[in-house]
Every structure is written in structure tokens, then in C-alpha cells.
């Protein structure tokens, strides 16, 4: 493994774990507001916030994908959303290199 392909994966960790904790940290508060508002309500367990909030915990995840458990499952994985910008930020520097250097295209053609 290069050193450059090494680095991405320490960053695209850290920023799974980033999301993780941010999650982390506004569900723990959440889940006791939601589990109070149940506590009152009593709604049936379709019913009820806190289980919905556990299922938006899951799908989360799902998402942030920290372990890799989810790669190739059919789910909207935080890596993909990565390579998207990644892409995205490399079309963007091309254009901007094609931009400045006008004989860099012609000669590409």
C-alpha cells in the first residue's frame, strides 16, 4: 500500500469517527428527550419516538459506515458519498488546470 493511499484511509477514518461521535453526541441527549415525551405520551410501540430514534441510529450507521461492515450491501455508505466529492474536487481541478493552460487542452486533443 503507498503512502498516499494509506493517508486517505487514516483521513476517511477519522472522519467516520468524527461522525460517529458527532451522532454519538446528539443522540445520547435525544434519546432521553424522546424517551420522556414516551413516558407521557405511552404511545404503542409502532408508535413510539424512541424506538423511531433507534432506527434512525441504525440507518446512521449504516451510514457512517466506521468498520466497513456495510461495503457492497445496497446501502448509501459515507465512503460513497467520499468518492463523490472526491470526484467532484478532481473534475474541479482539472477544469482549473485546463482553464489556466489553454495549450495543455489543445495538445490533449
Do not use: C
Not at 458527532?22 to 413516558?39: G, T
Not at 407521557?40 to 459506515?65: A, H, T, W
Amino acid at each position: 500500500m503507498t503512502f498516499s493511499r494509506a493517508l486517505r484511509h487514516l483521513v476517511v477514518f477519522q472522519l467516520k469517527l468524527g461522525a460517529d461521535a458527532l451522532r454519538d453526541l446528539l443522540m445520547s441527549p435525544l434519546s432521553i428527550v424522546v424517551f420522556l415525551i414516551d413516558a407521557v405520551r405511552k404511545p404503542s410501540l409502532e408508535n413510539s419516538l424512541y424506538v423511531q430514534l433507534m432506527l434512525v441510529g441504525r440507518r446512521s450507521d449504516r451510514f457512517i459506515n466506521l468498520f466497513d461492515e456495510y461495503k457492497d450491501q445496497g446501502h448509501h455508505t459515507m465512503d460513497e458519498a467520499i468518492e463523490t466529492l472526491e470526484r467532484i474536487a478532481a473534475d474541479a481541478s482539472e477544469s482549473v488546470d485546463a482553464a489556466k493552460d489553454p495549450w495543455k487542452r489543445d495538445s490533449e486533443r
